[in-house]
């Protein structure tokens, strides 16, 4: 097993994909839902397309950047569907950095595993939209029912653990003012939800970031104030490019 072979995007540098830090992002191919929205297509879907990246090129860089970045987070496709993911954040968390991962909740199991570590600092959580809507939402890679029982136990996490997770919504075309509402009731006590704004997916090659799109590659939040989320209008980046370019300190 070689975890980091999944590593097919890098962004050395953010101000938008984590909330009130300074983070670069690393980006997993692969993803187990199949949502006509998302801008980081090639990377869910395809990302055996892309290049692999250079694990100690990688740690070389964190290993310089540990003045100037708080953080890193880690984003795709969905991480959680990645075999060994607990091996990359490992030796991120050794290098002494905070981690965030960005998940859709579709495998809360594996979500438990790497809340146990501690290895994650925070967990940002894309609800895609009320329960009835994920088939239509997700390319029915899941029905109502499996969305609600995987959310609800992500829920149950982020209640008992109130200070590691924070959900957030793309307002894509199929919601409504109603469905944002309902969403926003699902969330537990205390939990405010961040919708994102929606750009339509440009659907290149390249695997876009936060920072450029605001909603790159993967399901990345943009925070309320910042427009730069993976599905945001800001984070449509690329998934190739720049973004794949690890090498350099």
Same mark, same amino acid.
């Given at each position: &097993?070689?975890?980091?072979?999944?590593?097919?995007?890098?962004?050395?540098?953010?101000?938008?994909?984590?909330?009130?830090? $300074?983070?670069?992002?690393?980006?997993?191919?692969?993803?187990?839902?199949?949502?006509?929205?998302?801008?980081?297509? $090639?990377?869910?879907?395809?990302?055996?397309?892309?290049?692999?990246?250079?694990?100690?090129?990688?740690?070389?860089?964190?290993?310089?950047?540990?003045?100037?970045?708080?953080?890193?987070?880690?984003?795709?496709?969905?991480?959680?569907?990645?075999?060994?993911?607990?091996?990359?954040?490992?030796?991120?968390?050794?290098?002494?950095?905070?981690?965030?991962?960005?998940?859709?909740? &579709?495998?809360?199991?594996?979500?438990?595993?790497?809340?146990?570590?501690?290895?994650?600092?925070?967990? +940002?959580?894309?609800?895609?939209?009320?329960?009835?809507?994920?088939?239509?939402?997700?390319?029915?890679?899941?029905?109502?029912?499996?969305?609600?029982?995987?959310?609800?136990?992500?829920? +149950?996490?982020?209640?008992?653990?109130?200070?590691?997770?924070?959900?957030?919504?793309?307002?894509?075309?199929?919601?409504?003012?109603?469905?944002?509402?309902?969403?926003?009731?699902?969330?537990?006590?205390?939990?405010?939800?961040?919708?994102?704004?929606?750009?339509?997916?440009?659907?290149?090659?390249?695997?876009?970031?936060?920072?450029?799109?605001?909603? &790159?590659?993967?399901?990345?939040?943009?925070?309320?104030?910042?427009?730069?989320?993976?599905?945001?209008?800001?984070?449509?980046?690329?998934?190739?490019?720049?973004?794949?370019?690890?090498?350099?300190?």
């Amino acid at each position: &097993m070689q975890p980091w072979k999944s590593v097919r995007g890098f962004e050395r540098f953010s101000l938008c994909d984590w909330p009130g830090k $300074t983070c670069c992002v690393i980006f997993l191919g692969g993803c187990n839902l199949h949502c006509p929205t998302c801008h980081n297509a $090639t990377m869910a879907w395809h990302h055996d397309t892309l290049p692999t990246l250079d694990q100690s090129a990688m740690m070389r860089f964190l290993q310089n950047r540990t003045k100037w970045l708080d953080g890193v987070t880690i984003t795709g496709g969905e991480p959680t569907t990645v075999d060994g993911l607990e091996t990359i954040l490992a030796d991120i968390h050794a290098l002494g950095y905070a981690i965030k991962l960005d998940t859709n909740a &579709m495998n809360p199991g594996v979500v438990a595993d790497m809340l146990a570590t501690g290895y994650v600092t925070t967990f +940002a959580v894309d609800v895609k939209g009320p329960y009835e809507k994920y088939p239509a939402l997700t390319g029915n890679a899941v029905s109502a029912e499996t969305a609600q029982h995987n959310v609800e136990r992500i829920f +149950a996490m982020a209640q008992d653990n109130p200070g590691r997770f924070y959900f957030r919504t793309t307002r894509v075309p199929l919601l409504t003012d109603t469905d944002i509402e309902t969403v926003r009731g699902y969330l537990p006590a205390g939990f405010p939800l961040t919708e994102q704004k929606y750009i339509e997916p440009r659907r290149t090659s390249d695997a876009q970031t936060d920072s450029e799109t605001r909603r &790159m590659h993967g399901d990345v939040v943009t925070g309320a104030d910042c427009e730069c989320h993976p599905e945001g209008a800001a984070s449509q980046r690329g998934e190739g490019s720049a973004a794949l370019q690890a090498t350099g300190s």
